[in-house]
């Protein structure tokens, strides 16, 4: 099995906005609702905190995927397998 470390993001990103990022991915929460108010509201109120904008959770996530994925490439670098990362973008006016 494959280990990765478990602080795996840019140093630079403050641990609030990595935290929030990682438990609205693990917990299958859109990005987007921490746009809505009520979101906004509760995390204000309860956690004395400021939500990041959807955007840079959104950047938060990107670069812990790229972390993550240069981890797994460095420990696979000398393994015997064939393994293929796809980054597929999707544009709005089109395919």
Known sequence: T???EEQTSSVTRPTFTMDLTRMMI????P???VEQ???INFFEKHC???LPSRTTLTK???EECE????KIKEQLKE???LYRLTRRLIRKDGP
């Open 37 to 39: 108010p009520e979101f």
């Open 67 to 70: 972390t993550i994925c240069s």
């Open 48 to 50: 004395g905190k400021r």
């Open 79 to 81: 393994k015997d397998i």
């Open 26 to 29: 693990a917990c299958n929460i």
């Open 2 to 4: 494959i280990e990765l």
């Open 60 to 62: 938060c996530m990107e």
């Open 31 to 33: 990005l987007a609702k």
